[in-house]
């Protein structure tokens, strides 16, 4: 269960009986109808206990608590290339758990590389940003898609020879 979420209900239970939480390394609670809201991150351990008057008996289940992750993608590389070069862009992907990624690359807000790749060949300048979106792992997520913020190429013009004077030779 995720820290902030809802089990569905336990089952199989003697009518009659109580439901009840132990804390280990994560928090819990429970209601009446074995529903589990998750607290804090860690392991947990649900009890039900049925007494009829005269012997009682319990039956444990563990439980993981995961924690509630807010994903979130930087985007590094070069502010500025030479006209006719490329640079690489390198998306790093955060909280994201164990799950899978897909980064789409995108210039001015248009989709330029959608794929698994966590890198991105430009040369053309502009608005350099990276939407990630996530698959798998615990499920745990405040949003399944985070985007960076912009990393602006600006492409300078090469050089030229026009401009060179040769020295004076004696």
Not at 80 to 97: E, H, K, Q, R, W
């Amino acid at each position: 269960v995720c820290a902030g979420s809802n089990t569905p209900p336990f089952t199989n239970a003697t009518a009659g009986g109580v439901w009840s939480i132990t804390n280990g390394t994560g928090s819990a609670t429970i209601d009446q109808n074995g529903i589990v809201t998750g607290v804090s991150a860690g392991t947990v351990t649900v009890v039900y206990t049925y007494s009829d008057g005269t012997c009682s008996n319990s039956a444990t289940a563990p439980l993981m608590v995961h924690p509630l992750l807010t994903p979130s993608v930087s985007v590094t590389g070069a502010a500025s290339v030479c006209s006719g070069a490329n640079a690489t862009y390198t998306a790093t992907a955060s909280n994201i758990d164990a799950a899978s990624v897909t980064y789409d690359f995108q210039v001015n807000d248009i989709s330029q590389q959608n794929s698994s790749s966590n890198t991105f060949s430009w040369g053309a300048g502009g608005n350099i940003t990276c939407v990630i979106t996530l698959s798998g792992g615990t499920g745990c997520f405040t949003s399944l898609t985070a985007t960076s913020l912009p990393v602006t190429q600006t492409v300078n013009p090469r050089p030229t020879g026009d401009n060179v004077t040769p020295p004076a030779i004696c």
